[in-house]
């Protein structure tokens, strides 16, 4: 594998035997050997030292030795005989608050052995994350903590069954996730996070050892949590950069994180601006009548005939629906607006499909999934109520890639490759977000999913090791605009509460397509 | 105090408030201003970090930052409210077989504050250090530990109550102590020290975390370890040097550490060479018939009028003798033999003091305390073997420094300055040793006496921050003689078995003062 420089490294090493004229420590035996090849003077452990004569003496002085890249160069974190089968792994984890993704990694050969996703544990203490920030501030930032530890354990330990490895063979563990998250995992007071002016308790994660946060891997083994750049754009952000490249490129890129909250970067190897602000939970359904998260059940994908109006959607797991997750909601606003079945301003147009738009709650609703088709014996609709929610929300992550954009004084245009992140992010089509005025009307092929770019980016930090450098150096770079108190924002906002826009010449292509004007 | 660069420096700190337009986390705050101080990016632990909102809030962001020298770079140990009161100390630790010495340091001022002996708990399991290895081997290695572990922590214990400071206060502790004291400290196997080709498990001791050594002082206290250069050249001489400072002058030194093994040292700013033999435990009494370590009760200071033949001692804590220790040995013998009492081979001359000259276990013995004089009730005497061992051990020691003198080509003469250390070197009366033959004939103003050099050299690594860095240095430099593989020892040695030598050049002032031939 190309450019394969991770923060592990196995050597053999074949030790001059001890003699009367040679009568170095096994220690200094050891250093002088490994500072030799890697031309600063290693640390070691004490665990390692205690265990050394033992391991020297049955291995005959022939030994492979795994060196790990610690906060000041390289440390040795075991030295066992070279004909010892053993194997050499790291663990890239994306700390979300919903869902913990493990990776298995080996650093011999750069593979990704295996990959797990773990409810997150939290959760009984609030979906949402300022639930679990207040529920930290009186007294359960440790049960917070413990519940994270608890499970990346019970992750090694399911891993190291199924693959039969040692604990002692796990060395490094990359850790991505938002600001609060990463707070509970080290017990850090979140408390400011979420009060102006908004502080973390810290940016920068200095590299912890695993014994010391209770994690069960080699007992020398080191703990990296990747940096945040504040409350509102974390390691997980920062992982998304990495996981692009977009930071090492020369063409302009700009990468958004679609959740309740967006978070936006643009910029290039050269400049960085980010900024997030609430869009609102309606774009992953999460407070529509009918939302849900995307499980089995979930209506992931939605058609509409624009012409017979027959309806067509894809279930998450072939099952009957039970409700309809992001993705589903962007195709089905796309697809009755190109239908006709809503307007411009977002307004329901009953008459033009009265078999399915009905009166439920005194106001109307297009029925998506009837009673006698769905798992619950409810019908799946979306409101007038739920449209307006959903147009806020999309208008609001438009105003605010808007507002970036503008920051540099670029047009959408001038972006080489827009990459959409984020837990539904990459089930977005991008065509049907550009229909509805949620992502800007550029060429389709500019767009890129990124997939779990916070797990990818975990994964870069173990696998090159010069990639937490080019991280901190991401930090220093970015400049952050503070959405909260830029006065243009609500002005903004307001032109984007419409479909796809106010403004028509920003979605030429759309309003071409659909004939509007 | 000049020159005053100690580990840990003591930092106020006017943090800048959080706002708006500032939103750096409070780990970014305070690191930015450190950096900006302190030149390179400090280390912040995962402790300090839980604790630091709520001491910027509660100081108004007004702080006191204690940084210490970590492996790479400083590290904050701790961020305090300015107005709090707190001391900053550290501890040197003079880590002897038989007796541990604790200096308890403030930074602020470089003063020692007190200091304190104890008597080392592994003595229970064999006053002799090749006794406590073999218990190590046999399973008692993590009891050594404990035991001293344990009692560093009574010292810390003792010390903070008598003098009010909490253990959050101590952050740094120095430990100078022969490599066998050190590898049973941390617990790392000192099988291979005993056996040739006497290989230590270390030389040099990485930083370690008092945490992790359950030493029971402020939790980011860092402990260090003086290097050691072999099985026979321990961190205790290295603090012998360093204390000498004989390896920073251009001038020419020697340093030997006077007991059952000789430690010389020789050299100076650009060259050191280093050599460890035995010398036998005669030199301490260790192995006499009225033989004792120097406690209460020995006699420490013997005169002989070469006339009268009146004998007058002086006893340690002004009490009834009950034995003789070192420097009273060397007394001893210095002044029988100017007294007429011995002859050049060492034999006693019964007839020169009848009175005083008995026949005991069949051999000639010299009767310096009659019963009636001791607290025993039995005579404190010396006998015909006794000085026999005790030609053999201050010959051994005067043949390790010829040959240490001979390899580099030089002479006693090119000496500048002569120190003297080790548990009774302070005490030897240089003009008695040099009568005896065991000190080269040099003006007696040239020799100087060291004190606890191992407590000093601890000292100074907790004072001078690049100490640490000078000793690595030091250690680098030494030349090792093996004295066990040199074959023209044992014909030296010959010569040297004689009072002062059986070469009378070599002892220009004592052959004219006595009328030698």
Chains 1, 2 share one sequence.
């Not at 500072?35 to 291995?59: G, H, K, M, N, W």
């Not at 011999?108 to 409810?119: D, P």
């Not at 992001?326 to 411009?344: H, K, P, R, T």
């Not at 106001?363 to 998506?368: F, I, N, S």
Request: with cysteine; aromatic share 8%; net charge negative.
């Amino acid at each position: 594998m190309t450019g394969l420089d991770p923060v592990l490294k196995r050597l053999h090493l074949k030790l001059p035997f001890p003699a009367l004229g040679d009568n170095r420590s096994h220690e200094k035996r050891l250093r002088d050997e490994l500072t030799s090849i890697v031309s600063t003077r290693p640390f070691i452990p004490l665990d390692v030292l205690q265990r050394l004569p033992e391991c020297l003496y049955a291995a005959n002085y022939n030994v492979q030795v795994a060196l790990i890249k610690a906060e000041c160069g390289w440390q040795v974190a075991s030295c066992i005989p070279r004909d010892k089968n053993a194997s050499f792994l790291g663990l890239a984890i994306d700390l979300g608050s919903t869902s913990v993704v493990f990776y298995l990694i080996n650093f011999l050969t750069g593979e990704i052995i295996t990959t797990a996703s773990y409810e997150n544990p939290q959760r009984a203490h609030g979906e949402d994350i300022l639930e679990r920030i207040i529920f930290a501030t009186q007294g359960g930032l440790k049960t917070l903590q413990e519940e994270v530890i608890q499970l990346i354990n019970k992750a090694i330990d399911d891993f190291s069954k199924e693959y039969s490895f040692s604990k002692e063979d796990l060395y490094y563990i990359s850790i991505a996730g938002n600001t609060t998250m990463c707070h509970f995992l080290m017990a850090l007071d979140p408390s400011h996070i979420c009060k102006e002016p908004y502080i973390p308790t810290t940016n920068r994660f200095d590299l912890i050892s695993a014994n010391e946060l209770g994690i069960k891997i080699n007992p020398n083994g080191l703990i990296y949590v990747l940096p945040n750049v504040g409350s509102y754009f974390g390691g997980d952000l920062i992982a998304g950069i990495l996981a692009s490249r977009m930071a090492e490129r020369e063409e302009i890129s700009m990468l958004v994180d679609v959740g309740t909250n967006a978070e936006v970067v643009l910029g290039n190897k050269d400049w960085l601006v980010a900024c997030a602000g609430a869009a609102g939970p309606a774009l992953e359904g999460g407070i529509l009548s009918c939302g849900m998260r995307a499980q089995e059940g979930a209506i992931e994908r939605v058609k509409i005939d624009p012409k017979t109006l027959s309806v067509e959607y894809k279930v998450i797991g072939n099952a009957r629906p039970k409700g309809i997750c992001g993705s589903g909601i962007i195709d089905l606003l796309s697809a009755m607006f190109e239908a006709g079945l809503v307007d411009q301003t977002g307004k329901l147009i009953p008459n033009r499909d009265p078999k399915r738009m009905k009166k439920m709650n005194d106001e109307w609703a297009y029925v998506l999934a009837d009673e006698d088709e769905t798992s619950t014996g409810k019908p799946i609709y979306i409101s007038q109520s739920d449209i307006k929610n959903l147009i806020r929300s999309k208008g609001a992550m438009y105003t605010i890639l808007n507002v970036v954009i503008q920051s540099v004084g670029i047009d959408f245009s001038d972006i080489d490759s827009f990459y959409v992140a984020g837990a539904f992010g990459n089930y977005i089509d991008p065509q049907k977000a550009i229909t509805i005025g949620m992502l800007p009307d550029i060429p389709i092929e500019r767009f890129v999913g990124l997939g779990n770019s916070a797990g990818k980016g975990a994964i870069r930090a173990l696998l090159e090791k010069d990639s937490r450098k080019k991280m901190e150096e991401i930090c220093d770079k970015i400049t952050y605009l503070e959405m909260n108190v830029r006065g243009d924002f609500m002005n903004q906002l307001t032109g984007a509460l419409f479909l796809p826009h106010t403004d028509l010449s920003r979605f030429p292509t759309v309003s071409k397509r659909l004939g509007l004007k």
